[in-house]
């Protein structure tokens, strides 16, 4: 099955940029979804397709995907951003076609 | 806005069958547009997707799970569920239903319901 790996924390400080990785292999042939995930509540998309956002996510939030790897990009870091974030792809070709990443917690310092 | 909601045992005992209603409200589980899957979250670790039950009953499981998992649809109550058999304390997790596009090539999950812990304990 395809596996999606990212770094387990990353952390930042206050109005800097975080940048949160997915590996894959081709992944910028699939289109990836973003998870942000607060503690003790559901996982909650902020980028879908890459790189759009759903209705009422912050322009702070943008993606990108090329190559081997997709990148969640969060600029003007807030404490409030702090949470696990999780990407996730569908691959029509697996028999697993439901693949989420690992999970990186961000660190707001 | 559709809301999805979570409901049924907090409390397995091993060996047995792990049973979960998800109660979708706002919106009709028939409408063609949508998979309705499960996702699930062991403690302290990553999401694992379930499977996925279309309105008109056809399924796809996660090929790990597939032996132990049945997910069925009731449209005339707006619900889908999911047994999970011969559960173990590594089935202990928070498990998550979850809507997506049908028609998407690469289909993302939106919304989710709160979640609802299960753990398998004796």
């Known amino acids: 099955s395809y596996v999606l790996t990212q770094p387990p924390s990353v952390s930042v400080a206050p109005g800097q940029t975080a940048r949160i990785t997915c590996g894959g292999n081709?992944?910028?042939?699939?289109?990836v979804h973003w998870y942000q995930q607060k503690p003790g509540q559901a996982p909650v998309l902020v980028v879908y397709?890459?790189?759009d956002r759903p209705s009422g996510i912050p322009e702070r939030f943008s993606g990108s995907n090329s190559g081997n790897t997709a990148t969640l990009t969060i600029s003007r870091v807030e404490a409030g951003d702090e949470a696990d974030y999780y990407c996730?792809?569908?691959?029509?070709?697996?028999?697993?076609?439901?693949?989420f990443g690992g999970g990186t917690k961000l660190t707001v310092l | 806005q559709v809301q999805l909601q979570e409901s049924g045992p907090g409390l397995v005992k091993p060996s047995q069958t792990l049973s979960l209603t998800c109660t979708v409200s706002?919106?009709?589980?028939?409408?063609?547009?949508?998979?309705w899957s499960w996702i699930r979250q062991p403690p302290g670790k990553g999401l694992e997707w379930i499977g996925y039950?279309?309105?008109?009953?056809?399924?796809y499981y996660n090929p790990s799970l597939k032996s132990r998992v049945t997910i069925s649809v009731d449209t005339s109550k707006n619900q889908f569920s999911l047994k999970l058999s011969s559960v173990t304390a590594a089935d202990t997790a928070v498990y998550y239903c979850?809507?997506?596009?049908?028609?998407?090539?690469?289909?993302?999950?939106?919304?989710w319901g709160q979640g609802t812990l299960v753990t398998v304990s004796s």
């Open positions: 996730q792809v569908w691959d029509s070709s697996s028999d697993h076609p439901g693949v």
């Open positions: 397709d890459d790189s």
């Open positions: 039950i279309y309105y008109s009953g056809s399924t």
């Open positions: 706002g919106g009709s589980i028939s409408s063609g547009d949508y998979y």
């Open positions: 979850a809507r997506s596009l049908r028609w998407l090539q690469f289909p993302w999950f939106d919304p």
């Open positions: 081709n992944i910028g042939s699939k289109s």
